[in-house]
C-alpha cells in the first residue's frame, strides 16, 4: 500500500517561510510526478507546485502562478519531495496536500493519484 505522509506544516507571519515535506512508499519514486496542492476553508483543493522527469534533460518544475517566485518544489533524497514557501502571505493559508501520479498531466486533473492526508499551514497578519 503506497503511503504519502506530509510534515513541517504550522503557524507564521506573513512574510515569513515554512517547508512542508512529503515522505513516500513509492518504490519507483523517480518515475512519479509529486506534486502540492492545497485547500482553503470553503474552496476547491487547487495545484500550488508539481516537479516531473523530462526526458533528455532532468526533473522540470510547475508552479501556480499565484506561488511562483516564492514557493520551490523539490526531491530530496530517493523518496520525498520538499516544498519550500517563503514571503508567504494569509491567502496561503490552506491544508497542504502531497500527491503522486504517473504524469503531470495526470496529476493536473487529481484523479487516480496518490494523496497524504494535509498538514496545516496558517499565515497571520
Known amino acids: 500500500q503506497v503511503q504519502l505522509v506530509e510534515s513541517g506544516g504550522g503557524l507564521v507571519q506573513a512574510g515569513g517561510s515554512l517547508r512542508v515535506s512529503c515522505g513516500t512508499s513509492l518504490r519507483t519514486f523517480s518515475t512519479y510526478a509529486m506534486g502540492w496542492f492545497r485547500q482553503a476553508p470553503g474552496k476547491e483543493r487547487e495545484f500550488v507546485a508539481a516537479?516531473?522527469?523530462?526526458?533528455?534533460?532532468?526533473?522540470?518544475a510547475y508552479y501556480a502562478d499565484s506561488v511562483k517566485g516564492r514557493f520551490s518544489i523539490a526531491r530530496h533524497n530517493a523518496t520525498s519531495v520538499i516544498l519550500q514557501m517563503n514571503n508567504l502571505k494569509p491567502e496561503d493559508t490552506a491544508i497542504y496536500f502531497c500527491?503522486?501520479?504517473?504524469?503531470?498531466?495526470?496529476?493536473?486533473?487529481?484523479?487516480?493519484?496518490?494523496w497524504g492526508q494535509g498538514t496545516q499551514v496558517t499565515v497571520s497578519l
Open positions: 516537479t516531473s522527469w523530462r526526458s533528455g534533460t532532468s526533473y522540470v
Open positions: 500527491s503522486a501520479n504517473n504524469s503531470p498531466e495526470e496529476l493536473s486533473t487529481q484523479k487516480g493519484s496518490y
